[in-house]
């Protein structure tokens, strides 16, 4: 990802990466291999084969960004409706970070409540309301300085893949609470905890609560679709991004049609802008990257298998 502290900023020149193709990035003549291809963003290596020609069609018929609706940002919603049919609206952001702090926007207009309970170890960006980490005597701690002290005392955490001291936690806030957040195969502990989101989803749906599935890297890399839908998960809203965009920044928050309900019911207005979101250039490129991979799906997740196992068999 592309992070840095304030104070750091880009000030090492002599070392900056240059160029990309493939599995490889290059800082002037050197060649590295990228292990993260831009944080997970990059499905199919850097610079493939439908990136450029999708850029190069941009240009053909004349796309611009209109900062308004338009027809590729529609086209991009019907193909995503494809993939999620239960999700009765798409918003478009320009960012993970900015999809995350847009869904919980969404929880608090609809639920008029503040607790967020977060889940250790998920990572949701650079979100202010969930920028903490929880320390071994359960305290927050902050990861930034500048962040509001009340998101310190909105937020809770609950033990990744840990149903029984979960349950304390959750039963302990059950009626302030405005949503659970959890990435479910999380990118620093990326194992299988089908029981636990199973459990959450249970939980959510006995308690109504919202249920945040934040699947910035998982969305299309898990069987060209999803955490949720590969194990029947029903997340009332999900955050996607990342690969999404096609080697372009993007954001995207699907929202199911009970939550839509609500807020039109409450007449809750809940504002959403963005010069560049959903703009045309980058959801033509998206839905183009989008669709090719989904086409090619048996031969890019069998390419993925095979790289994944080489280092896996041989840097045991």
Excluded at 79 to 100: D, H, M, Q, R, W
Aim: aromatic content about 12%; some cysteine; glycine content about 6%.
């Amino acid at each position: 990802m592309n992070n840095f502290l304030l104070n750091e900023g880009y000030d090492d020149l002599g070392n900056l990466f240059t160029s990309g193709k493939g599995s490889n990035i290059f800082i002037k003549n050197k060649r590295y291999l990228d292990l993260s291809l831009c944080a997970g963003s990059h499905i199919l290596g850097h610079n493939p084969i439908i990136f450029q020609k999708s850029i190069k069609n941009t240009l053909k018929l004349g796309i611009s960004n209109f900062a308004a609706k338009n027809k590729y940002a529609v086209e991009f919603s019907k193909t995503l409706k494809e993939i999620f049919p239960e999700y009765e609206k798409f918003v478009f952001c320009n960012s993970g970070t900015e999809a995350v702090m847009k869904s919980l926007r969404i929880a608090r207009a609809v639920t008029k409540k503040n607790i967020i309970i977060s889940v250790s170890g998920s990572w949701h960006g650079s979100t202010s309301e969930l920028l903490y980490t929880n320390n071994n005597k359960h305290k927050n701690v902050e990861l930034s300085s500048g962040l509001d002290l009340n998101f310190k005392k909105n937020l809770k955490f609950i033990p990744y893949n840990d149903i029984q001291t979960s349950e304390i936690t959750l039963n302990k806030y059950k009626k302030q609470i405005m949503c659970v957040i959890v990435e479910p195969i999380q990118g620093c502990l990326p194992t299988e905890a089908k029981k636990f989101l199973k459990f959450l989803d249970n939980y959510c749906k006995k308690n109504k609560l919202i249920l945040i599935f934040d699947e910035m890297i998982t969305g299309l890399r898990f069987n060209c679709s999803s955490v949720q839908n590969q194990f029947n998960f029903k997340p009332s809203i999900s955050t996607f991004g990342k690969c999404f965009g096609g080697g372009l920044p993007i954001g995207i928050i699907g929202i199911k049609k009970n939550i839509i309900k609500k807020l039109d019911k409450n007449k809750k207005k809940v504002f959403f802008g963005g010069t560049f979101s959903g703009n045309s250039i980058i959801t033509y490129v998206a839905n183009e990257s989008v669709k090719f991979i989904i086409k090619n799906k048996k031969k890019n997740i069998s390419s993925n298998w095979k790289k994944s196992n080489f280092f896996w068999k041989n840097f045991e």
